[in-house]
């Protein structure tokens, strides 16, 4: 009998252990699910933590609420929340799983998500993974819906002012260890650095190395962007970065890129994508899968509602703004002119991949483009379109690449959205934004927005 109750006991002790691992290899969602079993999943989010922790939730809650929804909440573990509502006398639940953007692409591959959050752009071998579903390249798969900058940080009190992208890379490369090499105090350098998973780290590795690299051995590796910024408060040695709306009131580092001055970005700076360091904020949906929420919720997110969200978090939003620019001592006569006459928008079309298409950001651009222009206040504006191409080597190939690119938005806009009336302008290699090879024929290859 007692031997019965011991084999009955060891029974029932595996059977618990072999539970408690199948939940732990479970979705959230479905985890959650017990605590929640009347709620009907709307849709699953899972990535990027900067996008995640703040933006997603505003997000969902306030697309909730453009459908009437009662009832809102949020519930939140760590970098796991829940938006939960009444929606047409029905309970409903948005899951957000933020641990980086790398598990937003294993999460959609895996179908445990219906969303991937991104602050960086879906890898070769991302797209690889996921091409049985479609091109996650492609509009229907990629949408982008805010801007947002690493702003370089380090503390109060350390003097460093400005740092060129080189020097960046030799501090984390350990090639310059101490902040008296840069003439600073006489003090080890403590570079931070997201973990691999980050969407964060990868603009930072992809930016200051090129391409992804791991982290030295004395390099200190953070969990989260809040990690990194209470370090930089109270560690005189540190240097880390951050997004830009995790930097409020931090000692910023001017950052110098090629020919270009050392600037601490500012949101004019990052809406032209101008900033060496600005990134783009993504959602991928599963291009060979149909949820109607999950399209409404995009639209949402891309709308002028979707919009003023993004901004009110802290990150830059899409709408088309008119910003005043410096002239360029060295600029060519006729762009110098139009500096000094006119206003950029902060609209900046590029190229998927350095091509002769337009990307997906500049695709939804025509259409911002378009309702800008046809607001009353600016309707009696005059457009010009400036091209600038990356090619140095020969001047007369240069002027034409750049000609080219501006033709094409200028017929975009004149064959999809009945807009006619823009000047093109082009100013060959003028201006790189850019010394990288990698990234030059993407970043210094666009077309600026101009009116007076």
Same mark, same amino acid.
């Given at each position: 009998?007692?031997?019965?109750?011991?084999?009955?006991?060891?029974?029932?002790?595996?059977?618990?252990?072999?539970?408690?691992?199948?939940?732990?290899?479970?979705?959230?969602?479905?985890?959650?699910?017990?605590?929640?079993?009347?709620?009907?999943?709307?849709?699953?989010?899972?990535?990027?933590?900067?996008?995640?922790?703040?933006?997603?939730?505003?997000?969902?809650?306030?697309?909730?609420?453009?459908?009437?929804?009662?009832?809102?909440?949020?519930?939140?573990?760590?970098?796991?929340?829940?938006?939960?509502?009444?929606?047409?006398?029905?309970?409903?639940?948005?899951?957000?799983?933020?641990?980086?953007?790398?598990?937003?692409?294993?999460?959609?591959?895996?179908?445990?998500?219906?969303?991937?959050?991104?602050?960086?752009?879906?890898?070769?071998?991302?797209?690889?993974?996921?091409?049985?579903?479609?091109?996650?390249?492609?509009?229907?798969?990629?949408?982008?819906?805010?801007?947002?900058?690493?702003?370089?940080?380090?503390?109060?009190?350390?003097?460093?002012?400005?740092?060129?992208?080189?020097?960046?890379?030799?501090?984390?490369?350990?090639?310059?260890?101490?902040?008296?090499?840069?003439?600073?105090?006489?003090?080890?350098?403590?570079?931070?650095?997201?973990?691999?998973?980050?969407?964060?780290?990868?603009?930072?590795?992809?930016?200051?190395?090129?391409?992804?690299?791991?982290?030295?051995?004395?390099?200190?590796?953070?969990?989260?962007?809040? =990690?990194?910024? +209470?370090?930089?408060?109270?560690?005189?040695? #540190?240097?880390?970065?951050? !997004? %830009? *709306?995790? &930097?409020?009131?931090?000692?910023?580092?001017?950052?110098?890129?090629?020919?270009?001055?050392?600037?601490?970005?500012?949101?004019?700076?990052?809406?032209?994508?101008?900033?060496?360091?600005?990134?783009?904020?993504?959602?991928?949906?599963?291009?060979?899968?149909?949820?109607?929420?999950?399209?409404?919720?995009?639209?949402?997110?891309?709308?002028?509602?979707?919009?003023?969200?993004? =901004?009110?978090? +802290?990150?830059?939003?899409?709408?088309?703004? #008119?910003?005043?620019?410096? !002239? %360029? *001592?060295? &600029?060519?006569?006729?762009?110098?002119?139009?500096?000094?006459?006119?206003?950029?928008?902060?609209?900046?079309?590029?190229?998927?991949?350095?091509?002769?298409?337009?990307?997906?950001?500049?695709?939804?651009?025509?259409?911002?483009?378009?309702?800008?222009?046809?607001?009353?206040?600016?309707?009696?504006?005059?457009?010009?379109?400036?091209?600038?191409?990356?090619?140095?080597?020969? =001047?007369?190939?240069?002027?034409?690449?750049?000609?080219?690119? #501006?033709?094409?938005?200028?017929?975009?806009?004149?064959?999809?959205?009945?807009?006619?009336?823009?000047?093109?302008?082009?100013?060959?290699?003028?201006?790189?934004?850019?010394?990288?090879?990698?990234?030059?024929?993407?970043?210094?290859?666009?077309?600026?927005?101009?009116?007076?």
């Amino acid at each position: 009998m007692e031997l019965g109750q011991t084999r009955k006991g060891n029974f029932a002790a595996v059977m618990l252990l072999l539970i408690t691992a199948l939940a732990g290899l479970l979705p959230a969602c479905f985890v959650e699910a017990a605590d929640n079993s009347e709620a009907r999943v709307l849709f699953r989010m899972t990535g990027s933590n900067t996008v995640g922790a703040d933006l997603a939730p505003a997000l969902v809650k306030q697309y909730l609420r453009s459908l009437g929804a009662t009832d809102i909440n949020q519930r939140s573990e760590g970098e796991k929340h829940w938006i939960d509502a009444r929606l047409q006398n029905e309970q409903v639940v948005v899951p957000i799983i933020a641990l980086g953007s790398s598990t937003g692409f294993k999460a959609l591959n895996g179908d445990t998500a219906d969303i991937g959050m991104a602050s960086r752009r879906v890898k070769t071998k991302e797209v690889e993974m996921l091409a049985r579903f479609g091109d996650f390249t492609g509009p229907q798969a990629e949408h982008v819906i805010g801007l947002d900058a690493l702003v370089i940080a380090v503390h109060k009190d350390n003097p460093i002012k400005r740092l060129s992208l080189t020097q960046l890379e030799q501090i984390y490369r350990g090639e310059i260890r101490n902040w008296a090499q840069l003439g600073g105090d006489d003090l080890p350098i403590r570079p931070l650095h997201r973990d691999i998973e980050s969407g964060t780290r990868a603009t930072f590795d992809s930016e200051v190395f090129g391409g992804s690299r791991p982290a030295k051995p004395f390099v200190y590796e953070v969990s989260g962007n809040h =990690e990194t910024r +209470g370090l930089v408060l109270r560690d005189r040695a #540190a240097i880390g970065y951050l !997004p %830009f *709306a995790d &930097a409020t009131g931090l000692h910023k580092v001017a950052i110098k890129s090629g020919e270009l001055a050392a600037v601490v970005p500012d949101r004019g700076i990052i809406a032209t994508e101008d900033f060496p360091l600005t990134r783009r904020l993504y959602l991928y949906r599963n291009p060979g899968r149909y949820n109607p929420q999950v399209d409404a919720f995009l639209h949402f997110a891309e709308s002028h509602a979707g919009q003023k969200i993004v =901004e009110d978090i +802290g990150f830059i939003n899409l709408t088309p703004v #008119a910003l005043q620019m410096a !002239p %360029f *001592a060295n &600029a060519p006569e006729n762009y110098r002119a139009l500096m000094e006459s006119g206003s950029r928008l902060s609209i900046s079309f590029r190229f998927a991949n350095g091509s002769t298409e337009l990307d997906n950001r500049a695709l939804r651009d025509l259409h911002r483009l378009q309702d800008y222009m046809a607001q009353e206040e600016n309707r009696d504006l005059s457009l010009t379109l400036v091209g600038f191409s990356d090619r140095k080597s020969n =001047e007369t190939i240069s002027d034409l690449i750049s000609r080219f690119r #501006a033709l094409k938005v200028q017929g975009a806009l004149l064959r999809d959205h009945q807009m006619g009336d823009s000047q093109i302008m082009s100013v060959g290699a003028f201006a790189p934004l850019t010394a990288d090879s990698e990234q030059g024929p993407v970043k210094n290859s666009r077309v600026e927005v101009w009116i007076n």
